[in-house]
Nanobody, 127 residues
Framework: QVQLVESGGGLVQAGGSLRLSCAASGRTFSTTAMGWFRQAPGKEREFVAAAKWSGGNTYYVDSVKGRFTISGDNGKSTVYLQMSSLKPEDTAVYYC????????????????????WGQGTQVTVSP
């Protein structure tokens, strides 16, 4: 099992920045990719960013490209989401997710790829 705990959310004005952290514990050696998703009130959970541990490939939804950066430590214990130039439409609960198993046919934007989820952290961007 892998446990994920997000932190770093909060209230920020439009144009500001936040860095989310996701602390992983347990059998982290079994994880092969990590992702960030978000869910706004009344909307479905949507993909934000993902990264493979091996090779360092990163993936982003178009709406955050150039503004958000996903990164992690080599020990697979922490994943970050650096968010800049935040917009009110970025307001949501942000969830960290971890995948185990092969990433040969990895579909980073599919929530069904991920085996473990955190409890989420609220990000609110005011106009």
């Amino acid at each position: 099992q892998v446990q994920l705990v997000e932190s770093g959310g909060g209230l920020v004005q439009a144009g500001g920045s936040l860095r989310l952290s996701c602390a992983a514990s347990g059998r982290t050696f079994s994880t092969t990719a990590m992702g960030w998703f978000r869910q706004a009130p009344g909307k479905e959970r949507e993909f934000v960013a993902a990264a493979k541990w091996s090779g360092g490939n990163t993936y982003y939804v178009d709406s955050v490209k150039g503004r958000f950066t996903i990164s992690g430590d080599n020990g697979k214990s922490t994943v970050y989401l650096q968010m800049s130039s935040l917009k009110p439409e970025d307001t949501a609960v942000y969830y960290c997710a971890a995948k185990r198993g092969p990433v040969t046919l990895f579909r980073p934007s599919s929530r069904y790829e991920y085996d473990y989820w955190g409890q989420g952290t609220q990000v609110t961007v005011s106009p």
